[in-house]
């Protein structure tokens, strides 16, 4: 079992700044490839960014790219989304996920998941 818990969303204004972090916990969780999805109200989640276990390629949808970079830190065991450049259609619930599945972009290779936690950006 891994277990993912996400922390560090918000309100912010447009153009401002928001850093997530997911504490990843569990049997051979460094071992999993990361990834942050994204759940705005009426719409299905989407994929925003992951990361290898081993941080050696991350990867992007392309409505962020440029403005987020997603990154892990080993020692901790702790994934971040730093996220810049904020505008209204980032907000949404974000969710941490991990997988041992190559397809990294795709939502139902991830088998772990956190509880979420709320972005808000105002205009």
């Known amino acids: 079992q891994v277990q993912l818990v996400e922390s560090g969303g918000g309100l912010v204004q447009a153009g401002g700044s928001l850093s997530l972090s997911c504490a990843v916990s569990g049997r051979t969780s460094s071992t999993y490839a990361m990834g942050w999805f994204r759940q705005a109200p009426g719409k299905e989640r989407d994929f925003v960014a992951a990361i290898t276990w081993n941080g050696g390629r991350t990867y992007y949808t392309d409505s962020v790219l440029g403005r987020f970079t997603i990154s892990r830190d080993a020692a901790t065991t702790t994934v971040y989304l730093q996220m810049s450049s904020l505008k209204p259609e980032d907000t949404a619930v974000y969710y941490c996920?991990?997988?041992?599945?190559?397809?990294?972009?795709?939502?139902?290779?991830?088998?772990?998941w956190g509880q979420g936690t709320q972005v808000t950006v105002s205009s």
């Open positions: 996920a991990g997988t041992l599945h190559p397809a990294v972009t795709t939502i139902t290779a991830y088998d772990y």
